[in-house]
């Protein structure tokens, strides 16, 4: 079993709507968590940062953490065609960085 | 700010070559880790370098091996190279090893072997 789980998709919304991204983990010792998005081609670029549990908003994203059920959130408010990417999230517990497998997010005009 | 860049973008190699990719950080960031990214396994953790030291390393081989030097540049070698080392590779840096505070890793455009 992966420490980081996460539906790899593809989740298809049409333009505008809310899109709602989630992972769960097992390892208690992460600490810190990330949400990155890759277009294709790309390396992946971080989108939102946190280390406590609770919500945090950067313009259209907000990220939740829930620590206790071990489980995270990327919600994007009224999404674009240009968000079409894989959104993958990422911890930190241990000193190393460990990644869920990717969500595949289309938005289509 | 110049982001991370990583050389060469593109390789093909035949199985038995080995191959060294290589990585710029983000100027006076002096981690650099390297990750695998396959379409079956994810991205995968394969080691960190800080100030030239290896501090973290994942679950590969010895046939993967890397080095930084005292500029924070980096490379990452693999010899004897298989089919499954097809993959895309990616460099990050931050400014500390992973872990610390203010660790936001930065992520190159990677580099996509391709094994024969």
């Known amino acids: 079993q992966k420490e980081v789980e996460q539906d790899p998709g593809p989740l298809s919304v049409p333009e505008g709507a809310i899109v709602s991204l989630n992972c769960t983990y097992s390892?208690?010792?992460?600490?810190?968590f990330m949400w990155y998005r890759q277009y294709s081609r790309k390396g992946p670029e971080l989108l939102m940062y946190?280390?406590?549990?609770g919500n945090k908003e950067d313009g259209r994203f907000t990220a939740q953490v829930d620590k206790s059920s071990k489980y995270i959130s990327l919600f994007i408010r009224d999404s674009q065609p240009s968000d079409s990417a894989t959104y993958l999230c990422?911890?930190?517990?241990?000193?190393?960085?460990?990644f869920g497998g990717g969500t595949r997010v289309l938005v289509k005009p | 700010k110049a982001g991370v860049t990583q050389t060469p973008r593109y390789l093909i190699k035949t199985r038995g070559q080995q191959v060294t990719l290589s990585c710029s950080p983000i100027?006076?960031?002096?981690?650099v880790s390297w990750y695998q990214q396959t379409p079956g396994q994810g991205l995968q953790f394969l080691f960190e370098?800080?100030?030239?030291?290896?501090?973290n390393k994942g679950n590969f081989p010895g046939r993967f091996s890397g080095r930084q030097f005292s500029n924070s540049r980096s490379e990452m070698n693999v010899s004897t190279l298989e089919l499954g080392d097809s993959a895309l590779y990616l460099c990050?840096?931050?400014?500390?090893?992973?872990?610390?505070?203010?660790?936001?890793?930065?992520f190159g455009p990677g580099t996509r072997l391709t094994v024969l």
């Open positions: 990050a840096s931050s400014l500390v090893v992973t872990g610390g505070a203010a660790d936001t890793q930065y």
């Open positions: 390892n208690s010792a992460f600490q810190y």
């Open positions: 946190t280390y406590s549990s």
């Open positions: 990422a911890m930190i517990g241990g000193n190393k960085l460990t």
């Open positions: 100027s006076g960031h002096r981690s």
């Open positions: 370098y800080f100030s030239e030291t290896q501090r």
